[in-house]
Structures are given as C-alpha cells and as structure tokens.
C-alpha cells in the first residue's frame, strides 16, 4: 500500500526549511483517471526541475500519494526507496538499492517535491475552508503560517 500523503510529508521535515528558498514557477492540476495530478515547475537550485504529486482522493486526509521529479536527489537518494513502498516508479533510477546515498533506505520527499507538497497542502486547506465557512476565521491563520514558510 502507498504511503499517504500526510506520511510523506511527515517523513520529509527535515527538507521543509530547505524548500523555502525555492520558488514554484508554474503550478498545474488535472483530473486523472486515478485522482488529481498537481504538476509543477520549481526554481532555485542549478536548474527548473519538473516534479508531480498524484493524490488518489484529494478530499480525503489519508490520501494515497503517487511522486516523481526530474532532479538527481529524487533519482540517487528517494526514488527506489519510495518504489518499495509503492508510492513512486523507478523510472530514473535502475531500481538497485541506494546503498551509499540511503542506506537506511528512508522513504522522503527531495526539496522541489517538499515545496510542491506544501503548496498543495495549502491549495487543499483553501478547498476545506471554502466549503465550510463557518469555520474560516480558525484556519486562516493556519493557513497563513503555511504561506509564510
């Protein structure tokens, strides 16, 4: 079973301060036949990497995730280790076990994907507040905080 999006995020702290110094250049959604496709385009490293976020059931908190970007972190260090859990396909990688860069084999997230992830968190708080007015004024705020990051 894939890992949730909530889990992702939570395996992943430890990149949330890096991801602020990165920049989201272009942000897309789609609908697809196994749930909502977040695409994106994040800046701030040597090149624009092209990274994507398929949530299963974008309503639902414990939603499974499905990840992928073009960035050699992801490829070298997060890739096979998230295949095994079956949130992500080795599609860069040779699907061998990254025995000198993970070798704990630690499921995470690489910095461009953390920042995609927050965004959506975001998006997907904004849905939520949306469609339950009476509580806007409590998780404006929160929302808020998320931005500022």
Same mark, same amino acid.
């Given at each position: 079973? *894939? =890992?949730? #999006? @909530?889990?992702l995020?939570a395996?992943?702290?430890? &990149?949330?301060s @890096?991801?602020?110094?990165?920049r989201? !250049?272009?942000f897309?959604?789609?609908?697809? $036949?196994?749930?909502?496709?977040?695409? $994106?385009v994040?800046?701030?490293? !040597?090149?624009? %990497?092209r990274? !994507?976020i398929?949530?299963?059931?974008?309503?639902?908190?414990d939603?499974? *995730? #499905?990840?992928?970007?073009?960035?050699?972190? #992801?490829k070298?260090?997060?890739e096979?280790a998230?295949a095994a859990?079956?949130?992500? &396909?080795? =599609?860069?990688?040779d699907?061998?076990?990254?025995?000198k860069?993970?070798?704990?084999f630690?499921? /995470?997230?690489c910095? /461009?994907l953390?920042k =995609?992830a927050?965004l959506? *968190?975001v998006?997907?708080?904004?849905?939520? +507040?949306?469609?339950?007015?009476a509580?806007? &004024?409590?998780?404006s705020? %929160? +929302?808020?905080? =998320?931005?500022?990051?």
């Amino acid at each position: 079973m *894939a =890992l949730t #999006f @909530k889990q992702l995020l939570a395996l992943s702290s430890d &990149q949330i301060s @890096k991801a602020s110094r990165y920049r989201v !250049s272009s942000f897309g959604t789609g609908m697809r $036949a196994k749930g909502t496709l977040y695409t $994106a385009v994040v800046e701030g490293g !040597s090149k624009p %990497r092209r990274c !994507s976020i398929l949530l299963t059931d974008p309503g639902d908190k414990d939603t499974q *995730a #499905f990840v992928g970007c073009n960035c050699d972190y #992801f490829k070298y260090h997060c890739e096979t280790a998230l295949a095994a859990r079956g949130t992500a &396909q080795p =599609l860069r990688s040779d699907g061998s076990m990254p025995v000198k860069r993970n070798p704990s084999f630690r499921p /995470h997230l690489c910095v /461009h994907l953390v920042k =995609l992830a927050t965004l959506v *968190a975001v998006k997907r708080l904004q849905q939520r +507040i949306n469609k339950k007015p009476a509580t806007k &004024q409590k998780t404006s705020s %929160r +929302i808020r905080s =998320l931005t500022k990051r």
